[in-house]
C-alpha cells in the first residue's frame, strides 16, 4: 500500500543527513535491526550514529531506536540523540499499534516520511483485559498513515518472517531494502546480515520476501511457505485411542467435524485421551438433539464451547504451559538470545485461597473452602504471592512438579465443581431445544464468558450467572434469543458489568 509517488523514498539529495527511526516492542528485534542498519551505512562509508530511548513497559511505550547517517565528508558532523516531530525521513513500525503511535507523535510527515510498517498486531494489556473483543480497529491506523506519510509499505512482516523461519527484524530490513529508501545496493544489505554471523540463511529468505513485498508496494504474495500441518505424535498405545477418537469424529455432520476436530485436541492436549472421549461423549449428545434443517448451529455451538468448558485454566494447567519447551524457545527468540547467553525468567504467581483448595481432593476441598478459618488460614499463607525464578533449577522443579498433577486433576475439587457446572448448563441449554432452539443455541454461546483463572474467573461465572439467568424472563417470547445475545454482548463490553445491569433492567422492565 503505497501513495503514487517515486519508489526511491524520501528525497534526500538537499539533505545531507539522512534520519530513520525504528518504533519496536520487546522480543521484537528492534536492537537487531539499528544493528545491521548500522553496520550497513559504515560499510558503505558513512558516519552515523545510532541510539535507543527505551519504552516504560513493553505495552505501555516502544523502544525508540534512532540513526542518522551521512556520507563521509571533511567536518564531523554533530548528530542529534533522538527524533524530533516532523523531523524524520524513514519511520519503521514493528506494528500496527507502534504505525498509529508514531503518526501521533509527529514523526511521519506527508512532505518527507517514508512509512514502514508491520500489520501484525501485539495485543495491549488494555486490550487483552475486555471481556469481549477489545481488539482496537486497525483500518483507522491504516487510513490516517495513507495520509500522513509520504510513502506508506505495510504488510504482515511477522507471518513473512515466521514462515520462512526467522524473526520480524530481517523481514522489516528487507522491506527497507526493497523500499530504495536508502541508498545503498540489496547486496550491501544482505552482506550486513552476512556479517551478522548468526541465523543468516533463515535471516535471508525473510529479508527476502519483506523485500519483494516492498518492491511491490506492500502487497504481499503467496512466495512464503505453507506452515507444516500439526503432527500428534505419543506412544503406539495412546495413538491407537487417538486414531479411534478422529474416526468417531468423522461420523459426525461435517458442518460440525470442523469446530469438533479442533476441540478435540484442545481437550486432550489438556489432559489425555480417554477425557477426549468424554468430549465426544457429550458433543455426541448435542448433535442428537440437532437437525440439518438449521443448519447444525447446536452442534457446532456445542462442539466449541464444551471444548472450552473442559479446558479450564487452573494451577496445574498455567504450570503445564509455563515449563514446555516450545515456550522456553520461543522466550530466547524474542529475546534475541544466543546460545551463550542466559535468560533469567520471573514467573509470578498469586493464587488465593480458592485456586489453594481446588488443588485438595474434591471432598477434602469442600470442607475446606466451607471453613472461613482455613480459607483465612491459606490466605494468610499465600497472599503475598510467589515470584518463582524459573530458570532455576528448584523454581523449575516446583512448577514441574505442578504439572505432573495432571494425573490427578480429575480428582480434585477444582475437577468436581467444573464439572458439576457443566452438566448443568449443558443441561439448561438442550432442555430449550423444542420451544426455542434458538435460545438453547444462544445459552451455550454464553460459555463464552467464563474464562481465565482466579479474579477473571470468578467476574466471568457471575456474569454467566446474570445472563443465563435471565432466561425465565425471556422464555415464551419470539425474540427470547436475540434479547440472550444482546445481554451476553452487553456483558463482554465492559470488566465492571455496568453495561449488563443496564441492560438487565431493560429486559425485567418488559417482563
Not at 519503521?92 to 499499534?97: K, L, N, V
Not at 491504516?142 to 523461519?165: K, N, S
Not at 448443568?424 to 460459555?447: C, F, H, I, P, Q
Not at 466471568?460 to 434479547?483: H, Q, T
Request: hydrophobic share 45%; aromatic share 6%.
Amino acid at each position: 500500500m503505497n501513495c503514487p509517488l517515486s519508489r526511491n523514498g524520501p528525497e534526500l539529495r538537499d539533505r545531507q543527513i539522512i534520519k530513520l527511526a525504528i518504533m519496536a516492542v520487546g522480543g521484537q528485534g528492534g536492537g537487531v535491526l539499528i544493528g545491521w542498519i548500522e553496520s550497513l551505512a559504515r560499510a558503505q562509508g558513512f558516519v552515523c550514529q545510532a541510539t535507543s530511548v527505551a519504552g516504560v513497559s513493553q505495552r505501555t511505550g516502544a523502544t525508540i531506536y534512532y540513526i542518522e547517517m551521512m556520507a563521509a565528508a571533511e567536518k564531523q558532523p554533530v548528530f542529534a540523540l533522538a527524533p524530533s516531530a516532523g523531523d524524520v525521513d524513514i519511520l519503521i513500525a514493528a506494528e500496527m499499534m507502534e504505525v498509529g503511535r508514531a503518526i501521533m507523535r509527529g514523526f511521519v510527515t506527508p512532505d518527507r516520511t517514508l512509512l514502514i510498517g508491520s500489520s501484525h498486531r501485539a495485543l495491549a494489556v488494555s486490550e487483552k483485559a475486555a471481556p469481549g473483543d477489545g481488539i482496537a480497529d486497525a483500518g483507522e491506523v491504516v487510513a490516517a498513515a495513507e495520509i500522513a506519510a509520504q510513502r506508506f509499505i505495510l504488510a504482515d512482516m511477522d507471518r513473512l518472517a515466521t514462515a520462512h523461519g526467522s524473526v520480524i527484524s530481517a523481514s522489516l530490513f528487507g522491506a527497507l531494502a526493497g523500499s530504495g529508501g536508502l541508498p545503498f545496493s540489496r547486496g550491501a544489505f544482505e552482506e550486513a546480515i552476512r556479517s551478522g554471523g548468526k541465523g543468516v540463511e533463515a535471516s535471508l529468505r525473510a529479508f527476502a520476501a519483506g523485500y519483494d513485498v516492498a518492491e511491490m508496494g506492500g502487497t504481499e504474495t503467496d512466495t512464503a511457505p505453507e506452515a507444516p500441518a500439526q503432527v500428534i505424535v505419543g506412544p503406539q498405545a495412546q495413538m491407537t485411542l487417538w486414531t479411534a477418537l478422529q474416526m468417531r469424529v468423522k461420523e459426525l455432520p461435517e458442518p460440525v467435524q470442523q469446530m469438533a476436530l479442533p476441540g478435540l485436541v484442545k481437550v486432550v492436549d489438556f489432559q489425555d485421551c480417554a477425557y477426549g472421549a468424554q468430549y465426544l461423549e457429550r458433543l455426541e449428545k448435542v448433535v442428537a438433539r440437532d437437525t440439518a434443517t438449521q443448519n447444525w448451529s447446536l452442534g457446532i455451538a456445542g462442539a466449541k464451547y464444551i471444548a472450552r468448558a473442559m479446558t479450564y485454566d487452573d494451577i496445574i494447567r498455567v504450570a503445564d504451559l509455563k515449563t514446555r519447551a516450545p515456550r522456553l524457545k520461543r522466550i530466547r527468540e524474542e529475546m534475541g538470545a544466543k546460545d551463550t547467553n542466559l535468560v533469567e525468567l520471573t514467573e509470578f504467581f498469586h493464587p488465593r485461597a480458592e485456586e489453594i483448595a481446588s488443588l485438595m481432593p474434591a471432598r477434602m476441598g469442600a470442607r475446606w473452602e466451607a471453613s472461613p478459618k482455613r480459607m483465612a488460614l491459606l490466605n494468610r499463607m499465600f497472599k503475598k504471592g510467589r515470584r518463582l525464578r524459573s530458570h532455576t533449577l528448584p523454581s523449575f522443579l516446583v512448577l514441574y512438579f505442578l504439572s505432573s498433577l495432571k494425573g490427578f486433576r480429575m480428582k480434585t475439587r477444582r475437577h468436581a465443581v467444573e464439572l458439576a457446572h457443566l452438566e448443568r448448563w449443558l443441561t439448561d441449554s438442550l432442555a430449550l431445544t423444542k420451544e426455542d432452539y434458538g435460545l438453547a443455541v444462544e445459552m451455550l454461546k454464553n460459555r463464552r464468558l467464563i474464562k481465565g483463572y482466579s479474579d477473571t474467573h470468578a467476574r466471568g461465572l457471575s456474569k454467566f450467572a446474570k445472563v443465563s439467568g435471565a432466561v425465565e424472563m425471556l422464555r415464551g417470547r419470539r425474540d427470547a434469543a436475540d434479547w440472550m445475545r444482546r445481554l451476553r454482548e452487553a456483558a463482554l463490553q465492559d470488566p465492571e458489568g455496568k453495561a449488563l445491569d443496564g441492560a438487565l433492567d431493560t429486559v425485567r422492565s418488559f417482563v
